[in-house]
Structure formats: C-alpha cells, structure tokens
Antibody, heavy 119, light 107 residues
Framework: EVQLLESGGGLVQPGGSLRLSCAAS????????MTWVRQAPGKGLEWVSS????????YYADSVKGRFTISRDNSKNTLFLQMNSLRAEDTAVYYC????????????WGLGTMVTVSS | DIQMTQSPSSLSASVGDRVTITCRAS??????LAWYQQKPGKVPKLLIY???TLQSGVPSRFSGSGSGTDFTLTISSLQPEDVATYYC?????????FGGGTKVEIK
C-alpha cells in the first residue's frame, strides 16, 4: 500500500525551529518529486516547497524562502522539511504529498502533522 | 504568480442536484489544472487532473472541463458523501497555487 506518514510537528516559540519528516512506503520513492503543502486552521491549501526525485532541484514559496529547507534521503525513503525562524503565520497542518509523472499535482497525501508557533 | 479564483465559495444543494464549481486563473494555464476533494477533518484527495481526466477510483459523477483560464468541476448528481470542500490547483508554472476552496453542503 502506498503510504506517507509525517512526524515532527509540535508547539514551538516564534523564532524557533522544527524538522518535519515524512516516511514513504509502497512506491519507488526516488522516482518521484515530493512536496510539502500546508493548511492553516480553517483555511485553504498552500504550496510550501517541492524537491525533485534525485534531490538536485528544490523550490520554495516566497513566504518560506530563506527560512525553510526541503531535503530527502532516498536510501531511507524519507522527506524532510527543516523550518527555521518560525512565525505565527507558519501555524498549520503540514502535509507531505507525492507528485505524479504527469506534473506537479499530488495523488498521495500523508495524514499531516500540526505545527503551532506561539509563545 | 498565477492567482486561482474559485466560485462560489460555498453552496448548498439537494441530493441528486447537478452542482457546478468554477475556477478561473489569472493567466492562461493550458490544461494544467487539478481538482481535489477534502472532506471534513480528512486529507485532500485528487479527483481530476489535466483539467478533465478522472483519477482512478473516482466516481463518474465527477467531471472536469475547461482550458486556458476558465475551468469547471461538475458533480452530475450530488450525493451525501460529496459533502466536502473542493480546491482547484494550477501546475502550469511555479509557484504552484490553489484556489480558495468551495464548500459544498446538502440542503
């Protein structure tokens, strides 16, 4: 079964850091680009960052550029999101999602992990 | 950035009704548009990609159309299990952008 499972969310103070992980199973992880999408409480979906299958290409929303770093370990089928200098507006559920060969849309989503930035 | 505008933001319809949701892009995106369904408290689910291609396993009452800047998601006969928020997403160019969502309820 194709599955994505995020972890690493929690409560952090403004200016703090968190590292999210997403464990993938059931597909050839290295063959697919992967993406982080977030959803603030009661709000819509927002693309955060994407990474190519080999890890050589990384892309960021302007709202997180310079603060967040996406990476992956294909030997461990795991996607990461290092989040630094966190702000209240980063509070959201963070989903990892699998891109498709046909384009940057997402056919598999994880259950999400909640990140709360508050003092 | 390409802005995606959905309308309406919410709607209420009866079981069996035909429901139409519109998504407009601020510039042409060819047919690089996907639709997702997010049921309350659940994870988004891919319904349609390439504007009109139904994802495997999605009921045939869902359909998509459009190209360029104007797109439509249609539910031909609304069912109780279709209560959800629906989002469009363009993948023509970075940054990827989603519409604001359309909440569908049963009257």
């Amino acid at each position: 079964e194709v599955q994505l499972l995020e972890s690493g969310g929690g409560l952090v103070q403004p200016g703090g850091s968190l590292r999210l992980s997403c464990a993938a199973s059931g597909f050839t992880f290295s063959s697919y680009a992967m993406t982080w999408v977030r959803q603030a409480p009661g709000k819509g979906l927002e693309w955060v960052s994407s990474i190519s299958g080999g890890g050589g290409g990384t892309y960021y929303a302007d709202s997180v550029k310079g603060r967040f770093t996406i990476s992956r370990d294909n030997s461990k089928n795991t996607l990461f999101l290092q989040m630094n200098s966190l702000r209240a507006e980063d509070t959201a559920v963070y989903y990892c999602a699998k891109d498709t060969p046909g384009g940057a849309f997402f056919d598999i989503w994880g259950l999400g992990t909640m990140v709360t930035v508050s003092s | 950035d390409i802005q995606m505008t959905q309308s309406p933001s919410s709607l209420s319809a009866s079981v069996g009704d035909r429901v139409t949701i519109t998504c407009r892009a601020s510039q042409g995106i060819n047919n690089y548009l996907a639709w997702y369904q997010q049921k309350p408290g659940k994870v988004p689910k891919l319904l349609i990609y390439s504007a009109s291609t139904l994802q495997s396993g999605v009921p045939s009452r869902f359909s998509g159309s459009g190209s360029g800047t104007d797109f439509t998601l249609t539910i031909s006969s609304l069912q109780p299990e279709d209560v959800a928020t629906y989002y469009c997403q363009q993948y023509n160019s970075a940054p990827l952008t989603f519409g604001g969502g359309t909440k569908v309820e049963i009257k």
